[in-house]
Nanobody
Framework: QVQLVESGGGLVQAGGSLRLSCAAS????????MAWYRQAPGKQRELVAS???????TYTDSVKGRFTISKDNAKNMVHLEMNSLKPEDTAVYYC????????WGQGTQVTVSS
């Protein structure tokens, strides 16, 4: 069964950095593209970054140049390195498959203060 456990969130000042981690079980990284999503209060969940089984990455325009998605196939982990954080990055961050993402974990809260 799919299990997704996000960690690494917290309270950080604008301009700071955080590294989010996702422990994923029941998902084969050699088959599925993985992704990070976020949902801010009053807003829809949005795709932030993705990485294919082959390592190709994509990012939403608002985080390009600041965020980096990576994965460790051996450990079944997905990471999101976030730099130059802005208050508008405040949200609950989730990891999941980019496609067929029917199950969601608890997410990890990222709060960026001015």
């Amino acid at each position: 069964q799919v299990q997704l456990v996000e960690s690494g969130g917290g309270l950080v000042q604008a301009g700071g950095s955080l590294r989010l981690s996702c422990a994923a079980s029941g998902i084969s990284f050699s088959i599925y593209a993985m992704a990070w999503y976020r949902q801010a209060p009053g807003k829809q969940r949005e795709l932030v970054a993705s990485i294919t089984s082959g390592g190709t990455t994509t990012y939403t325009d608002s985080v390009k140049g600041r965020f980096t998605i990576s994965k460790d196939n051996a450990k079944n982990m997905v990471h999101l390195e976030m730099n130059s954080l802005k208050p508008e990055d405040t949200a609950v961050y989730y990891c999941n498959r980019k496609y067929y993402a029917g199950y969601w974990g608890q997410g990890t809260q990222v709060t960026v203060s001015s």
